[in-house]
């Protein structure tokens, strides 16, 4: 079993529709909760029966309520998952798991579930998705081939909505015609593989940072809250959206070839909260995105059967001979690695990646 998740590309009333729902989950679960809770003292009920119970209540009394006639437009799946989300989580509690339930707030994120009542649906290959009960939808990235699933979580993260499914099938794994690669992320290049490709950011990221600067500056001196500066702020926001797709769209190229590529690939777990603490790397690490090229690497490589090794976070990477093993200071400005110890002299970003390659776990 894996799972998928996509980015959603919706338009304002379909993202209001799902910020509703989210609304609705969050209601019905913490309704739930509360009748739960008084419920508890009061004998041996099991979680089965109190939920029965709490159906009752919402269907019968709560949904009948003029101020609750909302709920009845919004589809009925959203609350039976989270009556089914609040039946686990007190499973969790009893197990000793998890701590007691407590009440969903907005503040924790906005997510809820839905599934197809009639078992389970197929997703066909394509840019779009047909969620049950909800309906369909773009994707920002699409589904490479179709899929069988049955109960579909769509939660909010920043401002960007995602759908996630299971799907009860082993991958089809892709025969990848290398073995293994190490990769190094880094500032100057984006990624350089140990093979010795190097992929740098892509050019437009750099001038639409460049002219991203320079719109920042000038919203600064115009006069605050005058037309003319919410019209600087309006180029500078659809510039930000410009940013994220171009770096989307270079990652996503980057992390499926290689996927397909190597059957082992070793990356550096970077530090990041580490290296934001140094700010002059800050800036270009969080913006190059290494946690979503993580991501879509991880999600990427369950999917075409390769397999990912994160290599340990203080493995000194840039700082060992990989040739001989031999071990010095390296300070970012130096580009170049020469050993006197057996007198390599190699790129920088691709010793590194070599090392990485032959990182071993410790036993
Ligand atoms: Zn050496």
């Known amino acids: 079993m894996f799972a998928v998740k996509r980015a959603l590309k ?31 003292g009061e004998g041996q009920f099991t979680d089965s029966k109190v939920i029965n119970e709490i159906k009752k209540v919402l269907t019968n009394h709560v949904k009948k309520q003029p101020e609750c006639a909302w709920m009845n437009q919004l589809s009925s799946r959203v609350y039976q998952n989270a009556l089914i989300d609040l ?8 197990e ?14 906005q997510s809820f579930a839905v599934d197809s009542s009639n078992g389970k649906v197929l997703l066909k290959a394509g840019n779009t ?8 939808f ?36 892709q025969k990848q015609p290398e073995s293994s690669v190490g990769i190094d992320v880094g500032v100057k290049s984006f990624a350089t593989l140990s093979k010795g490709q190097v992929f740098n950011a892509p050019k437009p990221l750099k001038q639409a940072k460049t002219k991203l600067a320079r719109l920042q500056c000038k919203a600064s001196r115009q006069v605050k809250g005058s037309q003319n500066q919410r019209k600087t702020y309006n180029s500078i926001s659809r510039l930000h959206a410009r940013i994220a797709c171009i770096r989307k769209d270079f990652l996503h190229k980057l992390t499926t070839s290689t996927a397909k590529t190597f059957k082992l690939i070793k990356i550096e777990d970077l530090n990041v909260s580490g290296m934001l603490a140094n700010h002059k790397l800050a800036g270009a690490i969080a913006d ?13 490589c369950q999917m075409y059967g390769a397999s990912l090794v994160l290599v340990e976070r203080w493995f000194p990477s840039s700082k060992i001979c990989s040739n001989c093993g031999h071990k010095q200071e390296m ?9 006197p110890g057996c007198g390599v002299s190699i790129d920088r970003d691709l010793n590194a990646s070599l090392n990485i390659l032959n990182w071993e776990p410790s036993a």
């Open 10 to 40: 919706l338009n304002k009333k379909e993202a209001t529709l799902m910020a509703k729902n989210a609304g609705f989950r969050r209601v019905v679960f913490n309704l739930g909760l509360s009748l739960r809770t008084q419920m508890y």
């Open 87 to 94: 039946k686990k989580a007190f499973a969790r509690y009893r």
């Open 96 to 109: 000793g798991k998890a701590g007691h339930p407590k009440f969903a707030s907005r503040r924790d994120g």
């Open 129 to 136: 998705i047909k969620i049950p009960t909800l309906g369909t």
């Open 138 to 173: 773009r994707l920002e990235e699409p589904l490479e081939c179709g899929f069988v699933s049955q109960t579909f979580t769509i939660s909010k993260e920043g401002n960007r909505w995602f759908v996630s499914f299971c799907v009860d099938a082993q991958r089809r794994p």
């Open 288 to 300: 190059l995105g290494f946690y979503e090229f993580k991501r879509q690497l991880e999600y990427k």
């Open 331 to 339: 300070p970012l400005s130096i580009r170049t690695y020469d050993c």
